[in-house]
């Protein structure tokens, strides 16, 4: 699976051996749909972190984490951000994921770069790590952005998707989710953890229903064990992971190569009502599913029309759409006629919604 960073064309489904920013730019411009970054943190930790019982904390110390100076850290920020943007498709976008030491910095500098900042998402966590030495606050979230490429640019939002995934409530901008730990946790032959970083599926998941379509092509720089992928793959979606440590990258191509993608029916998010292709009345007209002087119903059992060739109704001696007729007689002053008209078949009562969505079905 791991190929090297020259390759010409986009090298899909793949995680190339390298420096992120090299690798970056030797990709093709304006190829990406969605990029997930989880930079380095720069957590600037000194010296080792005990617990109560005196054992040490398996605490974030390795090289990729260190910077002399916040002055270096800034300028491979603007750095890799910089050649992230190119990649991005016109309404492609970013997530970056941090943590008080770096994410302020970060969003300084996607607006230095031109990105047009969204949302920022706090990811609550329901099992944070205590605060050992008891002098500050349990850090207990981190911080993502989520910006388009420039202001005004067309990006992807599921909005019904997350809606329906939040158990049919508008999802807001604070995620309660645990952290990566249980079987999720990859480890060593000797039991210890792969990655120290390594970030739960369920927060991939949600970023990637809301914010990509199945066939879309998601880059992460900064892959690591590669949980990116994984969703990536398991939800329908291409993706390109960039990785310069050996050892993450064999796990996470042990990883991945083990997930399935889902079948396209389970791949299929709600979408909004005007997202979905427009059906006139007047088709099912002329597609003989309901037939000219058919009688319709309301819903609410008060009202009648008749069906006209050029698929309009009359009720009450008033002509006009389904939805103007079904006004007037409610004396409302609209009407949604989908919802508000039914017909009978076979001695049962049918909305007129239920041919709609036959034809969507067919147009889909």
């Avoid at 049919?168 to 990655?195: F, Y």
Wanted: hydrophobic share 40%.
């Amino acid at each position: 699976m791991t190929k090297p960073n020259s390759a010409a064309a986009l090298p899909v489904n793949t995680i190339l051996n390298g420096d992120c920013i090299e690798a970056m730019n030797a990709l093709p411009a304006a190829s990406i749909d969605l990029i997930f970054a989880d930079p380095p943190y720069n957590l600037q930790l000194r010296g080792d972190l005990h617990r109560p019982d005196n054992s040490r904390v398996d605490a974030v110390d390795d090289d990729w984490d260190q910077f002399s100076s916040f002055k270096a850290y800034d300028e491979f920020t603007r750095a890799w951000l910089k050649a992230a943007r190119r990649l991005l498709k016109p309404d492609g976008a970013i997530w970056v994921i941090g943590s008080y030491h770096n994410i302020f910095r970060v969003g300084a500098a996607l607006q230095d770069e031109g990105y047009w900042i969204l949302n920022d998402v706090v990811w609550r966590k329901s099992n944070p790590m205590p605060n050992f030495r008891g002098k500050r606050f349990t850090n207990a979230h981190e911080t993502m952005i989520w910006a388009s490429k420039s202001e005004g640019a067309k990006y992807t939002f599921n909005y019904e998707a997350l809606k329906a995934l939040n158990d049919g409530i508008q999802m807001r901008s604070d995620w309660v989710l645990p952290i990566c730990n249980g079987g999720e946790r990859l480890k060593d032959e000797a039991g210890e953890k792969t990655h120290p970083t390594q970030k739960p599926q369920a927060l991939l998941h949600r970023i990637l229903v809301g914010a990509t379509k199945p066939g879309d092509i998601v880059l992460d720089p900064f892959f690591g064990t590669g949980t990116t992928g994984a969703v990536a793959k398991m939800l329908g979606r291409d993706w390109i992971g960039i990785e310069r440590d050996e050892k993450y990258r064999d796990a996470a191509a042990k990883r991945i190569s083990a997930v399935r993608r889902l079948d396209k029916a389970a791949l299929e998010t709600s979408v909004s009502k005007r997202a979905e292709p427009r059906v006139p009345f007047g088709q099912l007209v002329e597609r003989g599913m309901l037939r000219p002087g058919e009688e319709l119903l309301s819903m609410n059992g008060r009202h009648k029309a008749k069906v006209r060739a050029d698929g309009t109704v009359i009720g009450n001696d008033v002509k006009g759409s389904i939805h103007q007729v079904g006004a007037h007689l409610e004396g409302a002053p609209s009407c949604n006629g989908w919802t508000y008209w039914c017909f009978k078949r076979d001695g049962k009562t049918v909305p007129i919604d239920v041919l709609r969505q036959q034809i969507r079905s067919e147009m889909t």
